[in-house]
């Protein structure tokens, strides 16, 4: 028999991430994966091990608890929150039911993968704006907006840090509302970002073509749970919750959500080191031969050098330091890497390793 699948289907490519290979080696240290740089809380971690029991039960179908608390962290109402399996789970979803062979899409590159390779599953006409800071190419990209179409923006940006303002991005979202398009804001990061507060989720109250994505995972180090959520028009939120696949969301991660959403003071006291970490970073990378960061607003850096990436990430490996390689982000080449920003004692191990390269 031929196995027949959708053009699309035949044509995908799964996209590499940061974490990769698993790590069960525990003497590697994992810069690819953009966490907390505080670990996890540990109010989740007593409530997992209390609650380990009740995974012989159904979870919540419609995370409902979980809700309730995102209901007072963002201070909107229930019909405007969902709850996904991560924020991946979200993005496939909203392209799923929003997007189709006739929707234009305009993702500003280099930028996280899956929202191309989402849209792509749909069919979609993708353009690229390539920009290293989209903060200085505002009219430019305000230009190419289409009509009816969706906009993906990541703010800040990953991989490269950048943090487009409030106001410039509400012009974007003013032009899209005119034109009938989408604009999805992933502030997976936002909450990383110190003395600093761009987000634009208050304006979902104001715009309902504006949809923000955020995630536990990075704020709250939860990777291994998978749990996210978005603010969104109740039209919009309607219509994703009748499309999720059920129970996607797991007891421990609904358990953990609602653990984590009490401790503001892990997100204040997280924010703290990032401030500290990024800054000691930059200017000791900045030092070395070869190697140079562009500036970043949250707990990762993006850093140009002259060596070949690939080549450089296997002898970090061999120092036990995990880098990203950076080659296959649309926009970028083998001359990038990307490091999480950690404990100090963790970054001058990865200075050191940098040093060793040289």
Known sequence: MKIRTKLSIRKHVPVIHGGRPPLTDHKIIDFSSNISPIGIPSSVKKILKKNIDNIKNYPDFSSSSVISSLEKYTQYEKSNILVGNGAIEIIYNFCFAFLSKKTKVLIPVPTFQEYETAAKLNNC????FKTMNLSENLDSFISQIPKNGCIFICNPNNPTGKLLPKNQLSEI???AKKLSTFVFVDECFIEMVPDSNESVISHVKKYDNLFVLRSLTKSF???GIRIGYAIASKQMIEILQKIKIPWSVNSLAQDAAISALKTQSHLIKSNLVIKNELNYLTNKINRLNGFTCINSSTNFLLIKTKKDS???????LEQNILVRDCKNFRGLNNHYIRVA???HKDNLKLVKALENAE
């Open 125 to 128: 006409v993708i353009s690229y």
């Open 173 to 175: 979202i003013k032009k």
């Open 221 to 223: 180090a939860l990777p």
């Open 310 to 316: 690939t080549k450089l990430q296997k002898k970090l």
């Open 341 to 343: 920003v950690k404990s």
